[in-house]
């Protein structure tokens, strides 16, 4: 394990700026993160029951999920699915317990009766429950019809309970299933999260670097900010990866500032470029800093 002090120390930093987890302090909002969670807060606080959020893998979407409950009001409950593939009775076991109730029966209608019953409890006291299910493009076409089903608790002007799929481009090839369109019909709002284009990218490194503590005038190149959005297609998760490598392979070398080559020898190191230099990833088809049509959420009545 590296020493992250002496590795900060180097370069100036009180932190490590390109950490793989979540942080919220690290909080970086593009164009289509901004839209998406102006998006999300509406969709939740307004009652719209169900609404989705999809993105590929390192887009953002964990990020935007917690600045989401941030501004969420404290009287909103959210319950967590985090592994979709579980069979109906141990969903509603898991959520159950989300929602800190102890199971009264050993049924799925004992379940959903108890269940509705505290939702109907927490309505009176005008209190919200948003039910998040993260990865849910491995949700089985038997657990996306349950999940349908409870957007069936409601009264004659609410919904009981808010439902919030994330997931991969994958799932909205899903509901495209004839035998998924009743619930492509309930989903209200669709947010899509895109990558950050080549000026959000270094808007990006930049917001990170000053969070952490850097406070000189430049710590990459121009160069290797533009190398760097070619070989991570503007995927945040991507850029985390080989800053921090490019930092640590920096402070190896006793380096100051960081330049093209050592990008590309990062990005190579991780199978991002082949061994001659060409791009092993598909870049996206926009130029830098164009401001682009994205995230634009649709709204189905």
Known sequence: MRDVSIYCEHFGLIRPPFELTPDPTFLYLSEVHREGLATLVYGVQAGKGFVMLTGEVGTGKTTLL?????????????????????????FFRILL????????????????????????ERLSKNEQTLLIIDEAQNLSAEMLEEVRLLSNLETSSSKLIQILLVGQPELKTMLKRP?????????????????????????YVENRLRTAGFTGNRLFRRGALKTLYQVSSGTPRLINSVCDSALLLGFVRQKTIINAGIIQEVAADLDLIGDGGQLERELPDHPAGKIRKRGIFSLFH
């Open 66 to 90: 917690h600045a989401l409950l941030a501004q969420l009001q404290p009287s909103t409950h959210a319950a967590f699915i985090f592994n979709p593939r579980l069979e109906p009775l141990d």
């Open 97 to 120: 317990a989300e929602l800190d109730l102890v199971p009264t029966g050993n049924t799925k209608a004992e379940y959903l009766l108890q269940l509705n019953e505290f939702l109907i």
């Open 179 to 203: 035998d998924l369109r009743q619930l492509k019909q309930r989903i209200a709002i669709s947010q899509h999260l895109a990558p950050l284009n080549e000026l959000e990218t270094k808007d």
